[in-house]
């Protein structure tokens, strides 16, 4: 495809709702990253795959979450009994190794409001 | 851990004039660094890596350099237009290779 896509790019939950939050990676990537970004601030790590293995996720915030990229492509991070903290927008990058370039893709976020 | 400051939140410069953004690093000493730009309702966009062992890194009217020993990189704009009005955001690789640390960005407005 012509970029990373996500998918939705808004979604209102209701606190504890449980939500999915979809990422289409640049075909052929292998790596695919999970950021979240609060309002004002940076985007920070929440979990890393390389092809379908995850691993690093040391930044996801509690065990309310949880991702997935069962085939090596498409991943989705899901939230479990989501509160109000958890609002914020959530980042898929992806990059190419043989790209020689450790620069990250990114996706147009998903903006996830809790209420 | 490492930590990450962008000094100024944000910058307010005119048009032709030359924005410098400010990125400084503590707890580490990165393989790289990299500078993003964000503009709002969309994802960081790539602009310009530079490595541990080089100074200096331009592309068109940007230039990057890098300090090891100040632990400081300064991202510049020459002849800013007001289409650069944006956040920029300062980005090192995490000491396990597996992610990038990002500062918290600096929004730059130029005005005409």
């Known amino acids: 495809g012509a970029g990373v896509s996500q998918s939705p790019r808004y979604k209102v939950a209701k606190r504890g709702q449980d939500v999915a939050l979809r990422c289409d990676p640049i075909?052929?990537?292998?790596?695919l990253f999970w950021y979240q970004q609060a309002l004002g601030q940076g985007p920070e790590f929440l979990t890393y795959f390389q092809n379908e293995a995850q691993l690093d996720k040391s930044g996801l915030p509690s065990d309310r979450f949880f991702a997935e990229r069962p085939e090596g492509s498409v991943s989705t991070l899901k939230i479990q009994r989501t509160q109000q903290e958890d609002s914020a927008v959530y980042l898929c990058a992806s990059f190419s190794v043989r790209a020689a370039q450790e620069t990250q893709y990114f996706g147009p976020g998903t903006r996830l409001l809790v209420l | 851990s490492q930590k990450i400051e962008q000094n100024s939140e944000a910058l307010n410069i005119q048009e032709g004039k030359t924005a410098t953004l400010t990125c400084n690093y503590t707890n580490y000493s990165p393989a790289y660094l990299q500078w993003y730009r964000q503009d709002p309702g969309r994802g960081p966009v790539f602009l310009l890596l530079?490595?541990?062992?080089?100074k200096e890194k331009r592309k068109e009217r940007l230039k990057v350099t890098f300090d090891t020993t100040l632990k400081q990189s300064l991202f510049h704009i020459t002849a800013s237009q007001p289409a650069d009005s944006a956040t920029y955001l300062c980005a090192l690789d995490n000491q396990a290779g597996t992610a990038l640390i990002f500062g918290k960005g600096t929004t730059l407005s130029v005005s005409s």
């Open positions: 075909s052929g990537h292998v790596s």
């Open positions: 530079i490595r541990e062992n080089e």
